[in-house]
């Protein structure tokens, strides 16, 4: 098992596949778009997978496909078929928007992808479309219930932003009533893509859970796994779990397993660095292997000890930060 500098075992990774969206979510970019990368410029399927094999050489054993939207991107499901095959990679999973996610349903379900974290922020369809300004809410919600029904287990992931969709809390925690389901809401982070500029949040985790409390009783706090992002509870008479997650307020640093590839090929060890090694660089210049994973094993042995080191450690102190869709959500 690999170690970063403050012995936090390394064993995951979030892979955004696209930084192209189909929805336009006003938290995560301005209305008109983020600038998109050319094709060229992002990692092919080949390159991922070459990664993906040296980082399982490592330690690495679950990998997450985001984007963007990962669907957007053409051939995914064969590209999850050969990463099944890495020796190492023991779980992968996916974060969807649902749009375009529910005729793919038959075939993850064979190549054994066991999680799909769904992005919902709402259950009202005038508020889906004022939020992403699509009015998809139909589709995705037909995504959500073939991912129940075919057995993959659901998260769905809500970002609470305040004047926008509080009143959204409580309805979406209510699918945890009669279906297993977890509902995790989510800090508001300032990976807007410039879209407004340096956020406040006045829904942190705390009143998040005070405002669920209130209506729908006591949380009852469940364990969860090393390098958990979510506080995970039970609510009496509830079939499914609600979450919540500080993303914001980075509560969960000291026990952070996670890294991240762009879909550029930039590997971020943390959510809120500017990017610590430029993935593509090597391998598109000629990196053996073990050059790569070298400089991977570096990277990793000088990792910001949380979010808050992470930022400081940018270069240009900015009030507004990249677009989660260029991240990789």
């Not at 959204?168 to 977890?182: G, H, I």
């Amino acid at each position: 098992m690999l170690f970063d500098n403050h012995g936090r075992p390394l064993e995951y990774v979030r892979l955004a596949v696209t930084d192209r969206c189909n929805l336009r979510c006003f938290y995560c970019m301005p209305e008109e778009g983020i600038q998109y990368l050319p094709k060229r410029e992002l990692l092919t399927y080949e390159e991922m997978e070459r990664v993906v094999a040296l980082l399982a050489g490592l330690g690495v054993r679950k990998v997450r496909l985001t984007g963007g939207e990962p669907f957007v991107r053409r051939d995914l499901v064969p590209f999850i078929g050969r990463l099944s095959q890495i020796p190492g990679i023991q779980d992968i999973s996916l974060t969807t928007n649902g749009v375009l996610t529910a005729p793919h349903i038959p075939e993850l379900v064979h190549l054994g992808v066991r999680t799909v974290n769904l992005s919902l922020d709402t259950l009202d369809r005038a508020r889906f479309a004022a939020i992403t300004r699509r009015d998809e809410l139909p589709r995705v919600l037909d995504t959500f219930y073939a991912l129940l029904a075919a057995g993959i287990r659901v998260k769905i992931n809500a970002v609470v932003m305040d004047g926008q969709n509080t009143q959204d809390l409580v309805p979406l925690a209510e699918l945890t009533r009669e279906l297993p389901v977890d509902v995790r809401f989510i800090e508001e982070m300032p990976f807007n893509g410039g879209s407004h500029g340096a956020i406040q949040i006045p829904w942190s985790h705390v009143r998040i859970r005070e405002h669920l409390e209130q209506h729908l009783g006591a949380l009852m706090p469940i364990a969860q796994p090393y390098g958990a992002t979510a506080s995970e509870y039970s609510i009496a008479g509830h079939l499914g779990t609600v979450g919540i997650i500080a993303a914001y307020s980075r509560t969960f640093c000291g026990t952070c397993n996670r890294l991240r590839l762009t879909a550029e090929g930039g590997l971020k060890t943390c959510l809120y660095d500017q990017g610590v090694l430029d993935v593509r660089a090597l391998l598109r210049g000629g990196s053996t292997d073990a050059e790569v994973t070298a400089a991977l094993t570096h990277a990793f042995r000088n990792r910001a000890a949380n979010g808050f080191e992470a930022e400081r450690q940018r270069p240009v102190h900015q009030l507004s930060f990249e677009s989660m869709s260029t991240i990789g959500g």
